[in-house]
Structures are given as C-alpha cells and as structure tokens.
T-cell receptor
Framework: ETGVTQSPTHLIKTRGQQVTLRCSSQ?????VSWYQQALGQGPQFIFQ???????GRGNFPPRFSGLQFPNYSSELNVNALELDDSALYLC?????????????FGPGTRLLVL | KNEVEQSPQNLTAQEGDFITINCSYS?????LHWLQQHPGGGIVSLFM???GKKKHGRLIATINIQEKHSSLHITASHPRDSAVYIC?????????FGTGTSLTVIP
C-alpha cells in the first residue's frame, strides 16, 4: 500500500477521443510523475510536475498534458487518442524533488483505445 | 539504443538460489531506482541509490557510478519474489527505464 491512488482502473476509448486520468498522491507529496507502459515493455517517462508546474518532460507529443493541484491530486490528459496510446498509465509521487526521494507508485490505469 | 539496459531479460531460478540482475546505463544520473512489478501492473519501489550499496531484508542493491552499472541481488530466493524487476535512472528532469527482468522462482 503506497498511499497513491489512480482512477479509473480501466478505461476503453475510441480513436480520436480525449481522456483524463487521475492520480491522488500521498498528502504532502509535492512531486508527481506520470509514466506510460505499453504491454511487455518498461515504463516510459511522460512528464513530472512539482508544485503545480511542469518540471521535466519525456519524448511525448503535446497532446499529452497534465495538471497538478494544490490538494496533491493530478491529471493526465490525452487528446486525439491513437491506437498506440493503449497502455498502462502509472503515476508516482514523492515528497519533493531531489535525489533522495523515493517514488511511490499508484496501481495504474489501463487504457484501451479501439 | 536504450539509455538503460538490463540483463538477463528472463530468469528462472530454484527456490533458495542467489539471484543477480544487472543494469547498465549510458546517461548521467542523479539516482538509480530498482522497481518491482507484479502481474496486474502494481509497481513497488525497492531501492533508490546514488552511490554504494543498500540492503533491505534479502535484497541488496549496489551501484558503481564510474562504471555506470548497478546490480540487484536476491538472497535465498522465494516463489513470492517472482515478478518483473525494473531498473530506472533519474537524469536531469528525465527518467529512463529498462525493459525489465522477468524472474520466476520455482518451489
């Protein structure tokens, strides 16, 4: 039990639609990172938010966007869904930025794009 | 070319075996993470290292910054250790993940 929750657990969308995935971090965790994990592959870093601002971004197009809220929750939004967006989306929170911070992962949202 | 390479990709061991999983990386890092992923997707952070060695129960993780290499060791392996073990490195505002090592421990 990491104290990080994600919703929904599963989601089915069609190509071209938009989706919002939600993550609730542990109280006090100012940093949240989002990852995409396609079936059979390792997670890929999407972006990181620190105190409600984007702090780093992986190799994902602008149709992947995020928000972080003062109540330690965050969202991942994906516009114009493509079939290849089908994956497990994971969020992870940590107390702060910095090399000594352990990340706590949520259980993930499994997205299927048809 | 992946920034993080793990070996082996798959590993089958007998209960009680000593297991080593290796991770090499090619980028400058501020920290290296070892993660455990069970079927269904849940990920648990096992270790975060920036130097030296850490031990937690039967798990030991080491890192050699000069050689850009880390190892995860499991002593006295148990079937409940069966999972995918992922090495991830934390660069400057960027994370890179290995593809994972799938471990099966047979009773």
């Amino acid at each position: 039990e990491t104290g990080v929750t994600q919703s929904p657990t599963h989601l089915i969308k069609t190509r071209g639609q938009q989706v919002t995935l939600r993550c609730s971090s542990q109280s006090g965790h100012n940093t949240v990172s989002w990852y995409q994990q396609a079936l059979g592959q390792g997670p890929q870093f999407i972006f990181q938010y620190y105190r409600e601002e984007e702090n780093g971004r992986g190799n994902f197009p602008p149709r992947f966007s995020g928000l972080q809220f003062p109540n330690y929750s965050s969202e991942l939004n994906v516009n114009a869904l493509e079939l290849d967006d089908s994956a497990l989306y994971l969020c992870a929170s940590s107390l702060a930025l910095g090399i000594q911070e352990t990340q706590y992962f949520g259980p993930g949202t499994r997205l299927l794009v048809l | 070319k992946n920034e993080v390479e793990q070996s082996p990709q798959n590993l089958t061991a007998q209960e009680g075996d000593f297991i080593t999983i290796n991770c090499s990386y090619s980028v400058g890092i501020s920290a290296l993470h070892w993660l455990q992923q069970h079927p269904g997707g849940g990920i648990v952070s096992l270790f975060m290292l920036s130097s030296g060695k850490k031990k937690h129960g039967r798990l030991i993780a080491t890192i050699n910054i000069q050689e850009k290499h880390s190892s995860l060791h499991i002593t006295a392996s148990h079937p409940r250790d069966s999972a995918v073990y992922i090495c991830a490195v934390e660069g400057w505002n960027q994370f890179y993940f290995g593809t994972g090592t799938s471990l099966t421990v047979i009773p």
